[in-house]
């Protein structure tokens, strides 16, 4: 009598292992990277398409919106994922500005070499800073990050043997020469007419969405969630609580700062009130909290709404900060997840409705005899 063997199956893919260890390529909404780039593909297509029929005006005010986009999603990092009510914005946006006037208008340096200036300069002062502004929490953090930014557009005028003061400066030479903007060099490419500007910086965008989409759900990303979730909670499990919010503040500020060398170059003049607490640290944050912290299209939402609604009401630009201020009161009392968060809860509660209706509705009545038959229309039972 032969004694039976128990075989072992033959080892199979473990398909939930290869599709758990490739899902950071998806997002917590299911699109993959593919879709996603398609997306990103349509909206630059739809744009560069605009921006061949726009007038100057309306190419004015779509790439005053990219800009500002591009710096609250660079916010977002910090404000959304991160949990930090960072206010240092304006500095490093007024640094990355500066250094890019500077180097094309003053030092003759190709646009190029001005960006990889402001992007080291930030990523060393964000990175010394770092050691410095996390030692504190909360309102106080807040405070210095203000304090940082309000240093920056006092140093704008103080320093005015380099930065022209409240004359400003230009990407043309020096004011008494007059001239014409410089282009914007970046060796592959050189933006001179306003249609490039706004293409450059809707792509720039684009790419920027679509690289922190991956980001986010890769372990640094990961770790700055779980840090805004619970700072003893993320240390406890071993993230470097520190490490991570300095991390997200470097990469934050060096964007910030490459986006100044962007608008330094497109609006080709600057002057210290373009850099005050008010346009520069407190519209960018508003902009986060108003489309909505944490999200993707929250603060590209809170650019248009902020950056946007000034342009098309002209008249009430003396009065900008005030509206800033009653949307922000309204968005945090009404919306505290913004309007995306708004959009999200009215989702849900369709959703959960439907649902309810559904489940009121009648279920047919089953036959208590598994024998029974029903008769059609028109026919009697045996």
Known sequence: MSTPTLERPAAQPDATAASGRWSW???????????????????????????????????????TIVVWALVATSLNIMVGF???????????????????????????WPGWLSM?????LSAALAAILGLVIFRTKALYFALITSG?????????????????????????????????ARPFDLGIVSLEEPEAYFRFGLVALCVLVV????????????????????????????????????VAFIVCSTLTGAIGVFYGHWAGFITPEAFTFGDAAFAPLAMVVIGGAGTFAGPILGAVIVAGFPELFRDLRDYSHLLYGGILLLAMMLAPGGLVGLAKDGVRRLARRRGQEGSSTPAPEEPTDPGARRAPAGEDLP
């Open 211 to 246: 690289a922190l989409t991956v980001v986010v759900r890769r372990r640094e990303g990961a770790s700055w969630r779980a840090v805004r979730e619970d700072d003893a909670l993320a240390a406890s499990i071993g993230i470097n609580v520190a490490r991570r919010k300095r």
């Open 82 to 108: 991160v949990g930090q009510l960072n206010l240092a914005t304006g500095f490093f946006f007024a640094l990355g500005a500066y250094i890019g006037v500077l180097g094309t208008g003053k030092w003759e």
């Open 148 to 180: 940082i930014s309000l240093v920056a557009y006092e140093l704008s005028f103080a320093w005015s043997d380099l930065t022209g003061g409240a004359a400003g400066i230009s990407t043309a030479g020096p004011l008494s020469e007059g001239g014409i």
């Open 25 to 63: 390529l998806r997002t917590e909404q299911g699109l993959t990277l593919p879709i996603r780039l398609l997306i990103a593909a349509v909206v630059v297509g739809i744009g560069w398409t605009i921006s061949g029929n726009a007038t100057s005006s309306d190419l004015f005010m779509l790439t």
């Open 116 to 120: 990889l200036a402001a992007i080291a």
